[in-house]
């Protein structure tokens, strides 16, 4: 018997509490099949050392917009950029640029924009028109849930136009005066979109191509991204070709988990006793369902929106944001809406991911979840509350009573944590992006970036959750500390809990796929996670990523 191959290091963290190390794991097709022992006598194809490293399973990212930041790559990044003027300065430089390659109607397109880097405030709109003219301009927030455009793109979509009206769930947002100020929040923004949509399939391979090269350089051998085809989250109506795509031509160097945004979604119907016997559903044509796929690209989730973002104010909370009178954010549709393709897209086999985080959209994402729950049953693939941004105990209790899963991004913590703190103010810090409490009430804690939100560096994400260290130096809800085992987990075998898929991933066990992540030090005893190294990853047992050469 010849294996295809035999991995060894100083230790291996299986996280199986049948073999919790080992020091060797072997591998045919794609698949682990023992352990030390096990490989006595027996060779290899291929032989991978690393005596001085840890390997663990491969690191998932839960909730990520993988499609969305492999865009952004060639575009202007704001996130970088400190003060107007110099943002000025980088828009002035890319139309001169744009200017050059002599093409009138290229965009002009920025991403990663965060007003905190401004002092608080946002891109006067008459400096940008002076720069860029009649070139449109597309310049995303670093949270997703808003833009900043140009007098020219507005024009494009209408919006200057006498009885123009913002869509549901959208805004677009004018002054006193009521003349547009250039931001665009939520929903608003597929008016720009739809300027811009659909990219090309070979467009979108390239950017997945472009994104999951840097993901296996961060450890990372699977992702689940949140939201294809529908809405202004997805790119393409035929987006998930781009992943097949991908896969089939070798582009994609990480495994991907699709949740069709329920935009995407239309009524179906069947026989009588189909749809839990309702005769009809929401859901994708010939009835494919959440688990359709393969080890490449598989379908998980449906991804519902049902508020904003924090950093926006314009999530959904039951009490005013600190220093913004009678603002409590908005739900992006009417919860009857909801309810009925919440329900719908839930009895034809699609588990619900609510992007909720606000503690007012986390209530409706609760009552949907538990509706849905009672009238059709529980799943094997549980639930997810998308972010719990900002919740309150008594939905912390409620939700480990219903056996969901919930992914508050630790990695916000030490990126925008004092930034969040002062929109909800002292009395609420210690709802924000919990962790030790969602342990504890049972709930399943699986670890995200929200790439481009927040980097895809997870180790940095999960030492903010381990110290919960602000941008500022502060601690924010240290109470909601949790263990370097635990944070490990977020991203091994908790995250496959939550996106499904532990049968195949999330530990190291026999007949699981070989899927490694190799740290420079031990993950669960280095002083500082964050400060360790990739030194390769492994999917499927080849390497995707190898910093040794």
Not at 142 to 152: D, K, L, P, V
Not at 343 to 353: D, M, T
Not at 395 to 416: D, K, N, S, W, Y
Request: proline share 4%.
């Amino acid at each position: 018997m010849q294996l295809d191959l035999i991995l060894t290091a100083r230790e291996i963290l299986t996280l199986d509490p049948a073999r919790p190390t080992a020091t060797a794991v072997g591998v045919i097709k794609g698949r682990i099949v023992g352990f030390d022992d096990e490989l006595a006598g027996i060779d290899a194809v291929q032989r991978l050392d690393f005596p001085g490293a840890c390997v663990t399973p491969g690191l998932i990212d839960a909730h990520c917009h993988t499609a969305w930041w492999g865009l952004g790559l060639a575009s202007v990044d704001l996130s970088v950029v400190r003060g107007l003027d110099e943002l000025y300065a980088q828009i002035e430089a890319e139309v001169a640029r744009l200017d050059a390659l002599g093409d009138p109607d290229a965009w002009v397109h920025g991403t990663g924009f965060n007003q905190a880097h401004h002092g608080g405030a946002f891109p006067d709109i008459a400096r940008l028109d002076a720069i860029t003219g009649e070139r449109p301009m597309y310049l995303r927030h670093t949270s997703g849930h808003a833009s900043i455009t140009n007098t020219a793109t507005l024009r494009l979509v209408g919006a200057l136009e006498p009885g123009f009206e913002n869509p549901t769930g959208g805004v677009v947002v004018r002054d006193g005066s009521g003349s547009p100020t250039g931001l665009v929040e939520e929903a608003a923004q597929g008016l720009v979109q739809a300027l811009l949509l659909p990219y090309s399939t070979e467009r979108l391979v390239e950017a997945l191509e472009a994104a999951t090269v840097r993901y296996a350089a961060q450890g990372i051998t699977s992702f689940t991204e949140a939201g294809v085809g529908g809405g202004w989250i997805g790119h393409s109506p035929i987006e998930v070709a781009a992943y097949q795509a991908a896969a089939e031509r070798g582009a994609l160097h990480a495994r991907a988990q699709l949740m069709p945004a329920i935009d995407a979604l239309r009524p179906l119907t069947g026989h009588a006793a189909d749809f839990a016997r309702e005769g009809a559903g929401a859901g994708l044509d010939l009835g494919i369902r959440a688990g359709f796929g393969d080890d490449l690209v598989r379908f998980g989730h449906v991804k519902v929106f049902l508020d904003g973002s924090l950093l926006g104010a314009t999530a959904a909370v039951t009490e005013d944001y600190c220093g913004h009178d009678h603002n409590t954010g908005y739900l992006l549709d009417d919860p009857a809406v909801y309810r009925e393709r919440a329900l719908g897209a839930y009895r034809a086999g699609w588990p619900l991911a609510l992007h909720a985080i606000g503690d007012a959209a986390i209530d409706l994402a609760l009552d949907l979840i538990e509706e849905a729950q009672d009238r059709y049953g529980r799943r094997d693939v549980p639930c997810r509350v998308e972010h719990f941004g900002i919740a309150r105990p008594d939905q912390v209790e409620r939700a480990g009573r219903l056996g969901l899963a919930v992914t508050p991004q630790a990695g916000f913590i030490g990126a925008f944590g004092a930034q969040m703190a002062e929109r909800v103010g002292p009395e609420r810090e210690s709802w924000l992006y919990r962790g030790r409490s969602v342990i504890d009430a049972g709930i399943i804690l699986a670890g995200s970036s929200d790439l481009p939100v927040a980097d895809n560096n997870l180790r940095r994400g999960m030492q903010a959750a381990i110290d919960r260290r602000t941008e500022a130096g502060t601690a924010l809800a240290p109470d909601e500390a949790i263990t370097s085992d635990e944070a490990l987990r977020t991203h091994t075998e908790w995250a496959a809990r939550a996106t499904g898929q532990i049968a195949d991933k999330g530990t190291l066990e026999r007949g699981k796929l070989a899927d490694f992540t190799v740290f420079s030090g031990s993950p669960l005893t280095a002083p500082r996670v964050a400060d360790l190294d990739i030194v390769a990853t492994v999917l499927g047992g080849e390497l995707s990523y190898d910093a040794r050469s």
